[in-house]
C-alpha cells in the first residue's frame, strides 16, 4: 500500500505556479481607501432622523454699520433636533410588524391552498382568483407599513390605543404634509 503524503515537490498535472501555495502566517489587513467604501456604508453611517445631527448650520452674521444679525426666532426654530426618539421607533416598529406581517402571512398562505384545491382536489379554480387575493393581501401588507407608522403614538411619554385608531386621525395629516413637502410646523 502506498502511503499518502504531502510533498513539497511540484505537481507534474499543475503548472508551476500553481502546484505550491505559500499563504502568510498573519496576512496584512486590507483597508479600502475612502473613494473605494460602497455608497450604501457611507449612507449607513449617519441616516437622516435617527441621531443627531452632524452637519450644523452656519450661523449667520453680517455687519451693517456696526450692526450684527443672526437668525431670529423663527429660524431657531428650525434649526431644533428633528430625530426620531429611541422609543417611538420601536413602537412604528411593532405596529408594522403586525400591520404588514397579518396580511403578508394570509398573501403567502393562499398558495399552497390554491395549489392542493387546484392540483391534488382537481377543484376548477379560474387563474385569476389566485391573483386577485394575492393583489389584495400582499397590497393591504403595503398599506400596513404607513399605517404602523401613523397609528404609533408620536409622543415618547404616551403609549397610544390598543389600535392607534385616535393617533392615526391625528397623524395622516402631518404624514402628507411631510410627503409633500411642506413644513406644516405651526
Given amino acids: 500500500m502506498e502511503s499518502c503524503s504531502i510533498s513539497n515537490a511540484p505537481n507534474p498535472i ?3 505556479k500553481f502546484s505550491r501555495r505559500v499563504f502568510p502566517a498573519n496576512p496584512p489587513k486590507l483597508r479600502p481607501k475612502p473613494h473605494q467604501i460602497p455608497a450604501t456604508t457611507q449612507a449607513l453611517k449617519g441616516p437622516k ?3 443627531p445631527s452632524s452637519l450644523k448650520k452656519p450661523k ?8 450684527e444679525e443672526g437668525y431670529d426666532s423663527e429660524e ?14 420601536n413602537r412604528m416598529m411593532g405596529r408594522m410588524g403586525f400591520s404588514v406581517g397579518i396580511p403578508l402571512f394570509f398573501g ?4 399552497p391552498v390554491f395549489y392542493y ?21 400582499f397590497g393591504s401588507a403595503l398599506l400596513g407599513v404607513s399605517y404602523g407608522i401613523v397609528s404609533s403614538s408620536w409622543d415618547p ?10 393617533e392615526a386621525q391625528k397623524n395622516w395629516p402631518v404624514f402628507w404634509d411631510s410627503l409633500r413637502g411642506n413644513k406644516g410646523r405651526k
Avoid: A, Y
Fill in 60 to 67: 449667520k452674521k453680517q455687519q451693517r454699520g456696526g450692526e
Fill in 49 to 51: 432622523g435617527f441621531g
Fill in 117 to 137: 384545491l387546484k392540483v391534488i382536489l382537481k377543484v376548477d379554480i379560474p387563474n385569476w382568483l389566485p391573483f386577485i387575493v394575492s393583489f389584495f393581501f
Fill in 14 to 16: 499543475l503548472p508551476r
Fill in 76 to 89: 431657531e426654530e428650525e434649526t431644533r433636533d428633528d430625530t426620531i426618539p429611541e422609543i417611538v421607533t
Fill in 157 to 166: 411619554l404616551r403609549e397610544g390605543s390598543f389600535l392607534g385608531w385616535k
Fill in 108 to 111: 403567502l398562505f393562499f398558495f
